[in-house]
């Protein structure tokens, strides 16, 4: 029974910052690519940040490069995203998803298909 939990979300003003957290259990954590999607209500989903520990790959996406940090801790199986300087337009909800497919972990984010899928956490940036 794999699982992943999102945590971390909420209200903050532009310019603040947020960590999200992912847990995992049900499988082999640091065998997979671990990604966080986005998807704001009316647009497409976006692929922000993915990690594959084994290999050292890591991608940002361009719109958040500079102010986002993924980053992993192999004893707790948990993924955080780090957001800084978050603007309105980074108002979404936010998922992480696992896959065993390491090479799936780059420029092709937004449109790899990922075999699972935490519940999501709302994140909202307003003043």
């Known amino acids: 029974q794999a699982q992943l939990v999102e945590s971390g979300g909420g209200l903050v003003q532009p310019g603040g910052s947020l960590r999200l957290s992912c847990v995992a259990s049900?499988?082999?954590?640091?065998?997979?690519?671990i990604a966080w999607f986005r998807q704001a209500p009316g647009k497409e989903r976006e692929g922000v940040s993915c990690?594959?520990?084994?290999?050292?790959?890591?991608y940002y996406a361009d719109s958040v490069k500079g102010r986002f940090t993924i980053s992993r801790d192999s004893a707790k199986n948990t993924v955080y995203l780090q957001m800084n300087s978050l603007k309105p337009e980074d108002t979404a909800v936010y998922y992480c998803a696992a896959d065993p497919r390491l090479f799936i972990c780059g420029p092709a984010l937004g449109t790899s298909r990922y075999d699972y899928w935490g519940q999501g956490t709302q994140v909202t940036v307003s003043s």
């Open positions: 990690s594959s520990v084994s290999d050292g790959r890591i």
């Open positions: 049900g499988f082999t954590f640091d065998y997979y690519a």
